[in-house]
T-cell receptor, first 115, second 113 residues
Framework: DGGITQSPKYLFRKEGQNVTLSCEQN?????MYWYRQDPGQGLRLIYY???????QKGDIAEGYSVSREKKESFPLTVTSAQKNPTAFYLC??????????????FGPGTRLTVL | GESVGLHLPTLSVQEGDNSIINCAYS??????FIWYKQESGKGPQFIID???NMDKRQGQRVTVLLNKTVKHLSLQIAATQPGDSAVYFC????????????WGLGTSLAVNP
């Protein structure tokens, strides 16, 4: 089955620790995205990548870092510099931008809680 | 029942009624629009889309209407069912922004049995 997987589903961390959220897709999509969602809120773009070895900051990139070494993988690291990291994190991918419409396919999300 | 706006209002409807969820989009250059459904604790799922050269598009129990003059998008759900309870997001995109999606803030739909 083609799709996007995120792991883990729930993640707990202590203050001051870095943590990495996994996102893998087997849809052969070039573009991948990370969003943050707070309770009762919409989606805010953290980082996105249009192609391997390239990525751009979204609207709320501070305190986060990403890498895109492989087409199918786009891990997100939440660093200790992120002051309020407790949230629901969503990864998405889309078909090549030049020939696509922008429709994004989402993973199931990771809920991060800072203790 | 009907809701308006880019904030996160709650729309409450009775099972079997029709629902109308509204969205005001921001960019007159946007040429593609999508409605997503997000159930609690899950990622958003595609419902229906529409291109700017269309005014209306129908799916199974859902219809999207686009009014480019006033930059307004609506999602109509016929015979609303308890399984339709979710948050609904509209999103817009255009070629000029690398096809990044610009998201509305969502509307929470509650279906009363």
């Amino acid at each position: 089955d083609g799709g996007i997987t995120q792991s883990p589903k729930y993640l707990f961390r202590k203050e001051g620790q870095n943590v990495t959220l996994s996102c893998e897709q087997n849809l052969n999509h070039d573009a991948m995205y990370w969003y943050r969602q707070d309770p009762g809120q919409g989606l805010r773009l953290i980082y996105y990548s249009q192609i391997v070895n390239d990525f751009q900051k979204g609207d709320i990139a501070e305190g986060y870092s990403v890498s895109r070494e492989k087409k199918e993988s786009f891990p997100l690291t939440v660093t200790s510099a992120q002051k309020n990291p407790t949230a629901f994190y969503l990864c998405a991918s889309s078909i090549p931008l030049a020939g696509g419409t922008g429709e994004q396919f989402f993973g199931p999300g990771t809920r991060l809680t800072v203790l | 029942g009907e809701s308006v706006g880019l904030h996160l209002p709650t729309l409450s409807v009775q099972e079997g009624d029709n629902s109308i969820i509204n969205c005001a989009y921001s960019n007159s250059a946007s040429d593609y629009f999508i409605w997503y459904k997000q159930e609690s604790g899950k990622g958003p799922q595609f419902i229906i889309d529409i291109r700017s050269n269309m005014d209306k598009r129908q799916g199974q129990r859902v219809t999207v209407l686009l009014n480019k003059t006033v930059k307004h998008l609506s999602l109509q759900i016929a015979a609303t069912q308890p399984g339709d309870s979710a948050v609904y997001f509209c999103a817009e995109t255009n070629a000029g922004n690398n096809r990044k999606l610009i998201w509305g803030l969502g509307t929470s739909l509650a279906v009363n049995p």
